[in-house]
């Protein structure tokens, strides 16, 4: 994660986002800093996390509550990745399948529109919540 230039805060905000094991708001991640530094207030974490988004750092998606949910943005070089997310539990499951890529050349042929996948989300119930 680069920003033009690094503050102690900013350096929190960024190790705390690493140790999410899964997606999160901005008001989760700043409870989360709270317990930490009561120095970091909501405007500080909402400018980086907007700042870590726009360097394509973090992945940003809106959920049906219509509160937008942060993640770690995954390098990657290759078509057919996607995550799987379990509505159950919030899991994230990162995935590579080549039937993407016939999916997308569905879509460009019979209905004419391109898909981007860098950032697919399926979601889903994860097998240990199936259980």
């Not at 726009?54 to 993640?71: F, I, Q, T």
């Amino acid at each position: 994660m680069r920003d033009s230039y690094k503050t102690k805060q900013k350096e929190l905000i960024e190790r705390c986002i690493k140790e999410c094991e899964r997606e999160f708001t901005v008001k989760e991640l700043f409870a989360r800093l709270n317990k930490e530094d009561q120095t970091i207030g909501l405007t500080t974490v909402y400018r980086a996390v907007n700042g870590l988004v726009k360097n394509h750092a973090l992945s940003k998606s809106v959920e049906s509550d219509g509160v937008p949910h942060y993640r770690l943005a995954e390098k990657c070089e290759h078509s057919g990745h996607c995550l799987l997310k379990c509505e159950s539990c919030g899991k994230l499951t990162h995935t590579d399948c080549d039937e993407l890529n016939v999916l997308s050349k569905h879509f460009a042929n019979k209905h004419h529109f391109e898909v981007d996948q860098k950032d697919i989300t399926i979601y889903g119930t994860c097998e240990e919540c199936r259980m």
